[in-house]
């Protein structure tokens, strides 16, 4: 089995220069948006900055990518993306 990790690629794209960047008119545009859709749970306590964003696999960094086919990754990997899914899930219910 090979996944292939860019989930967070994504997330560093809205931050300055990034692909996304241009629907952010500034830092702030960029935070209340973050804070809107609940995806604070993507960040080391809570700080929202480029190089606050957890990463899926402790061998990469958030910006970095690869095909995954060790079993110990790919498990930690989704150990991570339940995590993540379950706090943000929290945090809507909270919300409503």
């Not at 692909?19 to 973050?34: G, M, T």
């Not at 809107?36 to 970095?64: D, H, Q, R, W, Y």
């Amino acid at each position: 089995m090979r996944i292939m990790t860019k989930y967070h690629q994504q997330y560093l794209s809205v931050f300055y220069r990034g692909k996304y960047s241009c629907y952010f008119q500034n830092d702030e545009e960029l935070k209340a948006w973050i804070h809107s859709e609940e995806l604070e749970v993507l960040f080391k306590e809570s700080l929202i900055i480029k190089g606050g964003i957890i990463p899926l696999i402790s061998s990469l960094a958030p910006n970095e990518s690869k095909w995954l086919s060790d079993e110990k990754e790919i498990l930690e990997m989704l150990k991570n993306y339940n995590f993540i899914l379950n706090n943000r899930a929290e945090c809507v219910s909270l919300n409503e």
